[in-house]
């Protein structure tokens, strides 16, 4: 889906922003924490600690997303979870194409103080 290809860039690059203001890593430790939160079942974590969040509208875009036919599942990763983190995608793409930057910050700074974390 189109607003997912969006998203998971706007999604990586808050993901990457936080990390780099947190403190000065080396840049191997910055990749590793970012790929620890940008994988599909910290994803999936993240929507659900935000669903209740969501107005109508966003939770409509959310699950078109999530219900949408995929290329296929990367390996180590569950179907739901893949599907949760398009959907997520597509919640961030679908706000920055509509230029609701406040809000997409409100979201993920809910993400980020839920401390959704993924062992691995």
């Known amino acids: 889906m189109n607003l997912a290809f969006?998203?998971?860039?706007?999604f990586d690059l808050l993901v990457r922003s936080e990390l780099v203001c947190e403190a000065?890593?080396?840049?191997?430790m910055l990749h590793k924490s970012a790929s620890s939160k940008?994988?599909?079942s910290a994803q999936a974590k993240a929507i659900n600690a935000i669903m209740p969040m969501l107005s109508e509208d966003?939770?409509?875009v959310f699950k078109r997303g999530r219900n949408a036919r995929t290329g296929g599942i990367p390996k180590?990763?569950?179907s739901a979870d893949y599907h949760y983190a398009t959907g997520?995608?597509?919640?961030?793409?679908w706000l920055y194409l509509k230029g609701r930057t406040e809000r997409i910050n409100e979201l993920y700074s809910a993400i980020s103080s839920s401390e959704v974390k993924v062992d691995g």
């Open 76 to 78: 180590n990763q569950s």
């Open 24 to 28: 000065n890593r080396p840049v191997n």
């Open 38 to 40: 940008v994988c599909a």
């Open 58 to 60: 966003e939770l409509a």
């Open 6 to 10: 969006i998203g998971d860039t706007v």
């Open 88 to 93: 997520l995608e597509c919640l961030f793409g």
